[in-house]
């Protein structure tokens, strides 16, 4: 992403990664001769990218580009867990099990979220920036995100605790973890977000550095080679 953003090129993907949540979405083919047939006769689909500008670990600014999903929280702490474990079982039980020891663990934060149209501010498990639907290795965390309608879908993930997590925590597959009263989803082409302790940030599964940090829309920035 961050070669090609707002370039006149198509990408086309060959998935090697753990979750093939980017694929999911467009119903890219997983199986590598599939996936050549797709890059090589494929149409070419405009969407939209992510941009976050955020602080590294030594302190220092830095900016990001995504395709799928950022997020702000705990799932930075997931995917560092999960990216660091055997994938013998699979990305979905691999995923489910750095999300379930990462929760255990984890404590909720006071958190101010900047959006288009006002302000949130509480304690906050996670803060997910999604320009697609699925992350995690199938979770389907925000299951009306439009890529190429300009807006992030935010799932903002509110002080929820164990006994919220053991009846919802399943539903994340199916996206109706949104119908969760401490679950709320707004959409903004901007999304500031800062906390009074240094909050991980995750892009496309990987930690990259901490808050503050402020995700942007650019519209219409990538191009995708899809299914003819």
């Known amino acids: 992403m961050n070669g090609i953003a707002g370039r006149n090129v198509d990408l086309a993907t060959i998935p090697l990664g753990t979750g093939m ?12 001769e599939g996936a ?13 990218a992510g941009r976050v500008r955020f602080r590294t670990p030594k302190g220092e600014d830095a900016e990001r580009w995504f395709a799928n999903v950022g997020s702000v929280g705990m799932s930075g ?26 929760f255990l663990a984890w404590q909720n934060t ?15 498990h996670d803060i997910v920036v999604a320009n697609g639907v699925w ?18 879908d935010v799932v903002l993930i509110g002080d929820v605790g164990k006994l919220d997590f053991l009846t919802t925590a399943p539903k994340i597959y199916k996206g109706k973890h949104v119908l969760h009263a401490k679950v709320d989803v707004v959409r903004s082409a901007r999304v500031a977000v800062d906390s009074a302790e240094p909050l991980p940030i995750e892009v496309e599964g990987e930690q990259v550095g901490t808050t503050p940090a402020v995700f942007d829309v650019v519209p219409g920035a990538l191009r995708i080679r899809v299914r003819p």
């Open 36 to 48: 050549v047939q797709t890059a090589l006769i494929g149409r070419a689909r405009t969407i939209d």
């Open 21 to 32: 949540d980017f694929v999911r979405t467009y119903g890219i083919p997983t199986a590598f």
């Open 77 to 102: 702490a997931v995917a560092q867990r999960a990216n660091g474990m055997s994938k013998t079982l699979g990305a979905k039980a691999t995923f489910f099990y750095a999300l379930t020891r990462e």
């Open 110 to 124: 006071e958190v101010t979220v900047q959006l288009d149209n006002g302000e949130r501010r509480g304690r906050m």
């Open 135 to 152: 992350h995690g290795g199938g979770m389907k965390l925000a299951p009306d995100a439009q890529p190429d309608d300009g807006l992030f």
